[in-house]
Structure formats: structure tokens, C-alpha cells
């Protein structure tokens, strides 16, 4: 719901910022601010900052910055209308009338709780009951103890059709509310049977929402029946893609871990908090989805898939691998742990491998590396599979939507290939320039001078910046040849700050260059990069380059410029690799 402005305001005014942060932060006060170590992410020396005068947090480590709502929110794991409420209950502040609309949702919601945790604690007390034996038994054999039973509340749903729908019903709570809570399974128009327990005969795993209230469960069978771990439907309260199995205990656990373990099951998540790692959270059910990975950003930059060591565990964390792409950030992407061949955590820590989970998480694998892994495995002996296996890395690199981390990545990808298939050196053959007037076409070759470079016309010794402004000029009026050189391009930083800036929003025009003229280019750049193509082209027609110019032929404009960036890379001593 939309809240008043000066409702929110009062509510400021009412509660000191410094006073709700300093539940979770040691706070020291240095002037007009508050000073103390960030909650969300892992320092030793403090950079977070409160300012109650202006009303934010600010983090000069990971940037986070917002208004006390903000922090409660993502604390708390609170949506905007559930942090205002709660503040402004500590405000002592009556909370603004709500729509019918909004009312009936919000008592919808909180009738489909009361069912879910009622289920939960019977679940729970069934365990203690004779009937719940076979569940005890259960966690004995997974060496669960008592502590872990009552933190992570599992129970037991005995082998009966209809035990939690009579007993939750004697309670008063509707048939209807049961099955929209997903407790109860109605069966298809036109069958006779009545409505019965969803969960029979399985050890149950209560799932959270971030503010610790059970919203759905996982069951585990222990029978023959399919499948395996059944979980709650798709509700009002629980979506699944949505949800991370522990996650309000690992996000508090996550800041003092400096880290975030992504698992693949409950039973991996209950047997690492039992050894000390409490900072684990598992999908529910589902392949790792968007939500979920910016959930775990929200904990920590760099997530650590810990999967199980088999195919179908790799499998796994090549599909979080691939999901992950077109969100990475500078700073923000994920480790995978790569354990023991036929191994998990839970199978691990029950052996009693501790030192086997903490090597594994020491020596996370970087997505790059898990990446460039998953694409090369195979046969590449021939020249077809290996130019093959580049188109294969070129669409993982455009799957990438950040151009600067894009960028990184056709590099790493291009040194990957060089070095499983070098291209051997022939130091008896030197590059060749182009000689005579660009501009009317190629008249002859000339072998360059080894290893002294002698530059060509126009050239500077003295810097890279002339060389850096021609290679533009030659682009910005020739659109067409970013598609064949935008690779070569994505390989070199130039020196001056508006030619790079010009240089990155030429790389992300490059995918449709080929249909663009010089204006229509020009068209789509933005700010100082704008300013500095519509230089570059008044300036190109005096140039001494004149392959540069708008109405020289493309062939002798792309000759011309690879010839100008290898003296440009050569120059600065950089590598020349091409992806």
C-alpha cells in the first residue's frame, strides 16, 4: 500500500536511526555521525556510517546506503509495508487505513500462517510420539541430534490420510484454508474422495519466509512413495522460486562468515550448522533461479555453490553458472566448492571429512574457471571443433549484459584458448605494412624493421594518444568495421579517459554496427562519448592517416587500422591475443 509522506516522516522523527541500527551495529559516535562495522559485508575496519541529521546509512566499503526502511527491510528480510509497520509500532503510531482490498489480502495471509505453523508444531510433536518412531530413526541414521531437531523444527507426518486434517479442523481452521495453505490435496472435479493429507508417512522440513515464519514444507518419504522430497505447492505465501531453504538464520549468520554457502539439499544446510557453519541456504526443489541469486547477492558478493561431487550436482552448478551470467556485476559473481567425486556436505561431515569441507571451500573455483571448464571438456583435436568450441565461449561472453565485466571475460576466454591451443611462433615471418595512399587503395608491401618499430606517419613516439584517436575515427566513420575488429577492440585500454568511454559504447554497439551509417551510430552514443565521435569526424578529413576518411574503401580501411593498433599494442608493450 502507498503510505502518507508525512507519515513516514513522523515516523522518522519518532525513532532514531542510530537507535534501530545499533541493534545489529556497534556504533561509536565521531562528531554528527555514528560510526561502526558495515552488517553487510564482511570488514575488520569500520566504513559504515550513520548520519541521523540527513537520515541514512552509508557503507564506503560495498556502497549500501539507504534510509532507516530501508535497513529494517534488509535486516529483517521485510517487504517496505512490513517495515513501516513495525517501526511504526515502536513509533507508537497508528498505521494509516488500509483498502478493503488490501485488508482481505493481508488476513488471508496471516490465516494461511496460523495453519502452517500449526502444522509445524504438530508435525513436531508426532515426532515424540510412538507413531514417530520411523522418523526418529531417521534423523539418528543422518546423526541429527536434538539440538538440530528443535532448531531447525522437523517433524514427522505419520502414515495416515486424513490425522492433520481432523486435527487442525477440531481446531477450528477451515477445510478451505488447509488446502490453500497446501496441507490438504483436493482431488480432481468429479472424483468422489474427499480432501486428504498431502504429507503422509514422510520426516518433514519446515521451509521459512525470511522473517523465520513457516510458510511451506519439504517431506522426505520413507517409503516407496514418489517423489522422493515432496514439496508444498505453489500458495499465496510460498513460491518457491522465490525461497531459500534457512535463510533468515544464514543472513545473520552470512556477516560474520564473510560468505554465503548455496547447498543443494535441507540435510546439507542442517549438518553444516551443526558443525559451526550456520551461513547455508539451499534451493527448494528447483534449479537456482534469478530471484534466489539476488537474494544471495544481497548476503554477499561472491556466494559459494557447494554442490553435490557427482554429475548431476555438476551439472547443477553449471546451470547456476549459465543462470547467473546475465547478472553479474564488477565485484558481484559466485565460487563453486567442487567436492569429492560421490560426495556432499551432510555424507561429508557425517564421516566425520570436516577437513574435506573446508579444503573445498578454501580452493571455490571462480565462475570463470567452472565456465571455461564445462565448454572446453571434449575432443577439440581438429580445427572445426576448436572454432567450434570459440563460437561456444562468444555466446557465453553475450550472454553477459555488464560491458566492463564482458569485457574481462573475452579476455580470460582468450587466454584460456591460447594457452590449450597455442599458435607457434614463426620469428622468421614480420608483419607487413600497407605503403602508398590509403585512400586510393593497397600498392605494395614493405617488410617492417625488427625488432626496432618504426612507426608509420601520423604515428606519434611519443604517446598512444594520436594512434588511439585514428583507430576511432576509422570506426566512428565506418561502422561496418566494428563487426570485424570489435574482438581486437574489447583486447586494449586506451590512455585517454573520453576515447575509452567512446571505446566501450562502441563494443556494446558492435552487435548491429553492420547495418549503421556514420550518423546513425553516432546517434546512439551518449554524453562525452557523443561529443568526442562528432570531433573525431569533423578532424578525420585532415588526418595523415587517410584511411580514416568517410569515403575510403572498407578493405583498406580495416587494413590500415590493424596495422595502426599492432604498432598501438606493440607500443605499450601489451599482449597480442585475438578471441
Not at 545489529?24 to 555521525?33: A, Y
Not at 566492463?404 to 597455442?422: D, G
Not at 614493405?446 to 598512444?464: E, I, Y
Not at 566513420?477 to 590512455?495: G, I, K, R, S, Y
Amino acid at each position: 500500500m502507498a503510505f502518507p509522506e508525512s507519515f513516514l516522516e513522523e515516523i522518522k522523527t519518532r525513532v532514531p536511526l542510530a537507535a534501530v541500527v545499533g541493534r545489529k551495529v556497534k556504533l561509536t559516535k565521531k562528531g554528527k555521525e555514528h560510526t561502526g562495522l558495515c552488517p553487510f559485508h564482511h570488514e575488520k575496519s569500520p566504513s559504515f556510517t550513520v548520519n541521523e541529521d540527513k537520515g541514512f546509512y552509508h557503507c564506503f566499503g560495498c556502497q549500501a546506503h539507504g534510509s532507516i526502511f530501508d535497513f529494517v527491510m534488509k535486516t529483517e528480510g521485510l517487504q517496505f509495508p512490513e517495515a513501516v509497520e513495525r517501526l511504526a509500532a515502536q513509533a507508537g503510531l497508528q498505521m494509516p487505513e488500509r483498502s478493503p482490498q488490501e485488508a482481505q489480502q493481508r488476513d488471508q495471509r496471516e490465516t494461511l500462517i496460523a495453519a502452517c505453523e500449526a502444522a509445524a508444531l504438530w508435525f513436531t510433536d508426532q515426532l515424540r510420539q510412538r507413531a514417530g518412531e520411523p522418523g526418529r530413526k531417521y534423523f539418528e541414521s543422518r546423526k541429527l541430534g536434538g539440538d538440530a531437531i528443535a532448531q531447525f523444527r522437523l517433524g514427522y507426518a505419520p502414515d495416515s490420510r486424513t490425522a492433520l486434517k481432523q486435527t487442525l479442523i477440531a481446531r477450528g481452521m477451515s477445510e478451505q484454508v488447509l488446502v490453500e495453505a497446501g496441507l490438504l490435496i483436493r482431488p480432481e472435479e468429479g472424483e468422489s474422495r474427499e480432501t486428504y493429507d498431502r504429507f503422509r508417512n514422510r520426516v518433514m522440513f519446515p521451509i521459512t519466509d525470511a522473517r523465520g515464519r513457516v510458510v511451506a514444507f519439504g517431506g522426505r518419504t520413507l517409503g516407496d512413495a514418489k517423489p522422493k522430497y515432496l514439496n508444498s505447492p505453489e500458495t499465496a505465501l510460498f513460491h518457491k522460486g522465490a525461497l531459500l531453504y534457512n535463510l533468515r538464520n544464514a543472513r545473520e549468520a552470512s556477516r560474520d562468515a564473510g560468505t554465503v554457502l548455496l547447498c543443494e539439499g535441507y540435510t546439507d544446510v542442517i549438518a553444516l550448522a551443526q558443525a559451526g557453519m550456520a551461513h547455508a541456504v539451499a534451493p527448494l526443489g528447483t534449479a537456482v533461479t534469478e530471484l534466489q541469486l539476488r537474494e544471495l547477492w544481497r548476503m554477499t558478493p561472491e556466494p559459494i555453490v557447494c554442490l553435490d561431487g557427482d554429475a548431476a550436482g555438476l551439472a547443477a552448478a553449471v546451470r547456476a553458472a549459465h543462470r547467473a551470467l546475465a547478472l553479474l556485476q564488477p565485484g558481484q559473481s559466485l565460487r563453486f566448492a567442487v567436492l569429492p567425486a560421490g560426495e556432499d556436505p551432510d555424507s561429508l561431515l557425517r564421516a566425520g571429512r570436516m577437513a574435506d569441507v573446508k579444503a573445498a571451500l578454501d580452493s571455490a573455483t571462480p565462475l570463470a574457471d567452472i565456465l571455461w571448464r564445462a565448454t572446453a571438456a571434449g575432443d577439440y583435436s581438429t580445427p572445426e571443433r576448436r572454432a567450434g568450441l570459440r563460437e561456444s565461449l562468444k555466446e557465453l561472453v553475450r550472454q553477459i549484459a555488464h560491458p566492463v565485466v564482458r569485457e574481462y571475460y573475452k579476455r580470460y576466454f582468450s587466454e584460456a584458448l591460447q594457452k590449450a591451443f597455442p599458435v607457434p611462433t614463426q620469428p622468421e615471418r614480420r608483419p607487413w605494412v600497407p605503403q602508398g595512399d590509403y585512400g586510393r587503395g593497397f600498392k605494395g608491401r614493405r617488410p617492417l624493421p625488427m625488432p626496432k618499430l618504426t612507426p608509420r606517419a601520423g604515428a606519434a613516439v611519443g604517446g598512444s594518444g594520436p594512434r588511439e584517436r585514428v583507430l576511432l575515427a576509422a570506426l566512428v566513420n565506418h561502422p561496418a568495421l566494428l563487426t570485424l575488429v570489435d574482438e581486437q577492440l574489447a583486447q586494449v585500454t586506451f590512455q585517454d579517459a573520453d576515447l575509452d568511454t567512446l571505446r566501450h559504447q562502441l563494443l556494446d554497439i558492435a552487435p548491429s554496427a553492420e547495418s549503421l551509417d556514420s550518423a546513425s551510430l553516432r546517434a546512439q552514443l551518449t554524453g562525452a562519448a557523443k561529443q568526442v565521435a562528432d570531433r573525431l569526424v569533423a578532424e578525420s578529413t585532415s588526418m595523415v592517416d587517410k584511411f580514416v576518411r568517410p569515403e575510403t574503401d572498407l578493405a583498406a580501411v580495416e587494413t590500415g587500422w590493424r596495422d595502426v593498433l599492432v604498432q598501438h599494442m606493440r607500443a605499450g608493450e601489451l599482449e597480442h591475443r585475438w578471441f
